[in-house]
């Protein structure tokens, strides 16, 4: 299958700071990437849909100032989480498909994201 | 929106036994219904997944069947293995925005000797 790539696999910072999490296709275009986050013993809960070239759609209750959602091009979305919060500590995940409707869903590896 | 159930959250058989997950879904329009095992700080992966056009599907030791009358589909595991153990999710899909998927609670199989 196709192989999708998230950088970093984990990383740790200090409260009030940003951080930027990667989510590439590798060998296939995605017009459309998916933001998740997993927190323990949980399910994936998807945060926001990213379209190349434009602005990402965010599902209900998730802060789009907070969580900054860029897809400049077809193969690279990123996620920043600015202003980070013990709370915000979790399991960031994304998945990208290409342009076909109900077509399987490739995963990156994952983002433990730890504030401290 | 679409909602998703889930049912067992955890499931212990013996090796060799068959475990069987269950799942609902309430929006009628959903269409496509993927199966991921995930261990534990990995990544989802795809084992089966399911189109509405069908009513089972199969894929050695894994099956998925639907039905959409009932708006519920399953998963099944045969001849179950100690490496069958880890996180399984339904999860379902529809029209409008690419394939967004939404995904059930979750079910802790653990498959013991």
């Known amino acids: 299958g196709a192989v999708v790539s998230q950088h970093p696999s984990r990383v740790i910072c200090k409260s009030g700071t940003s951080v930027k999490i990667e989510c590439r296709s590798l060998?296939?275009?995605?017009?459309?990437m998916f933001w998740y986050r997993q927190f323990p013993k949980q399910s994936l809960m998807l945060m926001a849909t990213?379209?190349?070239?434009?602005?990402?759609?965010?599902e209900q209750g998730v802060e789009k100032d907070k969580f900054l959602i860029n897809h400049a091009s077809l193969t690279l979305s990123t996620l920043t989480v600015t202003s980070a919060h013990p709370e915000d500590s979790s399991f960031y995940i994304c998945?990208?498909?290409?342009?076909?409707?109900?077509?399987?869903?490739?995963f990156g590896q994952g983002t433990r994201l730890t504030v401290v | 929106g679409e909602n998703v159930e889930q049912h067992p959250s955890t499931l212990s058989v013996q090796e060799g036994d068959s475990a069987v997950i269950k799942c609902t879904y309430s929006?009628?329009?959903?269409?496509?219904f993927p199966w991921y095992k995930q261990e534990l700080g990995k990544r989802p992966q795809l084992i089966i997944d399911?189109?509405?056009?069908?009513g089972e599907k199969k894929d050695q030791r894994i099956a998925v069947t639907l039905n959409k009358t009932a708006k519920h589909f399953s998963l099944h595991i045969t001849e179950t293995q100690p490496e069958d153990s880890a996180v399984y999710f339904c999860?379902?899909?529809?029209?409008?925005?690419?394939?967004?998927?939404?995904f059930g609670t979750g079910t802790r199989l653990q498959v013991t000797l």
């Open positions: 998945s990208a498909q290409s342009g076909q409707v109900n077509t399987e869903a490739f």
């Open positions: 060998d296939f275009q995605a017009t459309t």
């Open positions: 990213s379209n190349e070239g434009s602005k990402a759609t965010y």
């Open positions: 929006d009628s329009a959903s269409n496509y």
């Open positions: 399911i189109r509405s056009n069908v």
């Open positions: 999860a379902a899909s529809g029209t409008g925005t690419a394939s967004k998927l939404t």
